[in-house]
């Protein structure tokens, strides 16, 4: 059955470094990946989408990387601010659905 | 929240009892979504929608039903609730012409006693 794993489930990390988060997938074979954020209380927001030809996309401080043969996407935020700390979720196409990821928990200290 | 709104955005209940959720949207977007999202788990779906009366069961929909009788309204039932149903609620739509990327309500917390 396909199956989405990201990273631990909480990251702490010092304001100004970059936070990493991986997204690792398995029976799938996606035609894009695409990243959101949450935070409390709210619903997710979309913040990118990639797709299986395209190696990289950055926005803002934003970067991903889409590695179909590794069959997993990293999510980095560069320059991290106390504003970044939230819940972002990973999410992979299925039909007109997608899939989520269970969320990887930033917390950034300023 | 792309025109999303959800009600109630808080409910207590009874086990056993009826309950409808309601997913409002102020667009004619066809494609239509109810997750639950429970710590450790995500998001998970539960029904969605492709259109008036055309619906289709998601990974979750045991213990759930959904109706769609117009474009703006997509209706999520828990015909007896269960404790085990005590979740947040997320509405979602794809907006016409971008299905790849969906955009969320605000949620709808409900506790099941």
């Known amino acids: 059955s396909q199956k989405i794993e990201q990273n631990s489930e909480a990251l702490n990390i010092q304001e100004g470094k970059t936070a990493t988060l991986t997204c690792n997938y398995t029976?799938?074979?996606?035609?894009?990946l695409q990243w959101y954020r949450q935070d409390p209380g709210r619903g997710p927001v979309f913040l990118l989408l990639?797709?299986?030809?395209?190696k990289e996309k950055r926005k803002e401080r934003l970067k991903v990387t889409f590695d179909t043969t590794l069959k997993q996407s990293l999510f980095h935020i560069t320059a991290s601010q106390p504003a970044d700390s939230a819940t972002y979720l990973c999410?992979?196409?299925?039909?007109?659905?997608?899939?989520f990821g269970a969320g990887t928990t930033v917390t950034v200290r300023a | 929240d792309a025109g999303i709104t959800q009600s109630p955005r808080h409910k207590v209940t009874e086990t056993g009892t009826p309950v409808t959720l309601r997913c409002h949207q102020t667009e004619n977007h066809r494609y239509m979504y109810w997750y639950r999202q429970d710590p450790g788990h995500g998001l998970r779906l539960i029904h969605y929608s492709y259109g008036v009366k055309d619906t289709d069961k998601g990974e979750v929909s045991d213990g759930y039903s959904v109706s769609r009788s117009k474009t703006e309204d997509f209706l999520l039932t828990l015909e007896s609730a269960t404790s085990s149903q005590t979740s947040v609620y997320f509405c979602?739509?794809?907006?016409?012409?971008?299905?790849?990327?969906?955009?969320f309500g605000p949620g709808t917390r409900l506790l099941v006693l």
């Open positions: 990639i797709r299986e030809n395209e």
């Open positions: 029976n799938y074979s996606p035609a894009y």
């Open positions: 999410a992979l196409p299925n039909d007109y659905k997608l899939s």
């Open positions: 979602a739509i794809s907006v016409n012409g971008e299905k790849e990327t969906q955009y």
